[in-house]
């Protein structure tokens, strides 16, 4: 099988050749010399033989905007890659940091009543400068055998993440409760540009696309499930129904960090295809997948919070095997680190993930 066809099998209900391996490779430049030496310039994905890569739009700031933001940052903020970067500086978004005086900038924090919301203009998300290239990366992605997960520009969250960027982690809680109304709106407009960029992604010809928010924490959900279920549901339904609109087949691959299990149910009655990353010390998967009625495919599973820069390789390798006989009987499961690989990962752990997937994860 092509990787395409490995992971295509598995979001569609079938048995693969092999698990699909969901990725989890880092950057070039987050490696240290001697392994960048020893790769002689290849895509660390390619070498270690990831079966997925995505896609998504082009950034709506300048170069000399992005180094307009950076230099508002204190010396120690560390946010992650550039597309994470360009995001912040197009919302005028600053996270917080620990160093004293630097607190986070939320765009609409100050916002008392509707008609103030309704003056902010958001980014343009939708232009077609965005995703003009996307189908002839998607086209050439495929034709190298690779399944293809879209990406729409975000901050942080698809909806919810974003939504609360914007406001202000308390303030939006309170919205929620006390003023239905702004966070109506607000979440309405996360909506708007979502449905249309779903629905571009679809007819770009993406496999999958990547929507989400992160709603969990270790031990429960950030958002009770009722608010979810009342604020967020029925708006992700929508850009779901949005994206399968123009491509009925396209899968939907639904992230959130942390504890979720009280919305997986929900989850598949919206469309959703696939679940990410599925943190095992936050939640069971083998109660996960009883919960979704063997109906959700579990992306990722592999690894504690501090496995890939603590634990020693055996121990990784042996994780990779519990999962196969535990989880990966009958298909249903993408293996990929259930956390961010940072940079210091050492690189004998990925590789012992990378191996123990082509030992272990055979079905034939």
């Known amino acids: 099988m092509t990787s395409r066809e490995r992971v ?6 079938g048995i693969p050749d092999r698990a699909p391996i969901g990725g989890g490779a880092p950057a070039i430049s987050d490696l240290n010399d001697q392994v960048r030496s020893s790769l002689n310039g290849a895509d660390p994905a390619d070498h270690l033989g990831v079966d997925v890569r995505s896609v998504s739009f082009e950034a709506g700031v300048r170069e000399t905007d992005l180094a307009r933001y950076l230099k508002q940052l204190p010396a120690e903020a560390w946010l992650g890659d550039v597309e994470t970067l360009l995001g912040y500086a197009e919302w005028g978004y600053v996270p917080p940091t620990a160093q004293r005086g630097h607190q986070e900038v939320n765009p609409l924090g100050e916002v008392q009543t ?33 399944a293809v997960v879209g990406r729409p520009p975000r901050l942080g969250g698809v909806i919810f993440e974003a939504a609360w960027r914007l406001r202000g982690f308390e303030a939006f809680f309170i919205d929620l409760v006390a003023r239905p109304d702004l966070a109506a709106y607000l979440l309405d407009q996360m ?49 779901i129904a949005a994206a399968r609109f123009v491509n009925p087949a396209v899968h939907i691959l639904y ?11 929900d989850l598949v009655s919206i469309g959703v295809t696939a679940l990410h990353p599925v943190q095992p010390d936050c939640m069971d998967p083998l109660l996960v997948r009883a919960r979704a009625g063997g ?70």
């Open 8 to 13: 295509l099998t598995v979001l569609n209900g």
């Open 295 to 364: 109906r959700l495919t579990l992306w990722g599973t592999i690894g504690v919070q501090t496995a890939m820069l603590y634990a020693s390789p055996q121990a990784i390798r042996q994780e990779v095997k519990r999962r196969m006989e535990t989880l990966g009987e009958n298909g249903g499961l993408v293996l990929a680190p259930a956390y961010d690989l940072e940079p210091g990962v050492p690189w004998d752990n990925l590789v012992a993930f990378f191996d123990a997937v082509n030992e272990y994860g055979w079905y034939r």
């Open 114 to 146: 509707l008609d103030e919301m309704k003056r902010f203009i958001f980014p343009d998300l939708t232009a077609e400068r965005r995703y003009q290239d996307l189908k002839a990366k998607v086209t050439a992605l495929h034709d190298r055998g690779l």
């Open 191 to 239: 909506t708007f540009f979502n449905r249309i960029n779903a629905g571009v992604l679809a007819g770009a010809g993406v496999d999958a696309i990547y929507l989400g928010d992160d709603i969990g924490e270790p031990t429960r959900m950030l958002i009770s499930p009722d608010l979810w279920r009342h604020f967020i549901k029925p708006r992700m339904a929508q850009i």
């Open 255 to 265: 992230h959130s960090d942390g504890y979720v299990l009280p919305i997986v149910r």
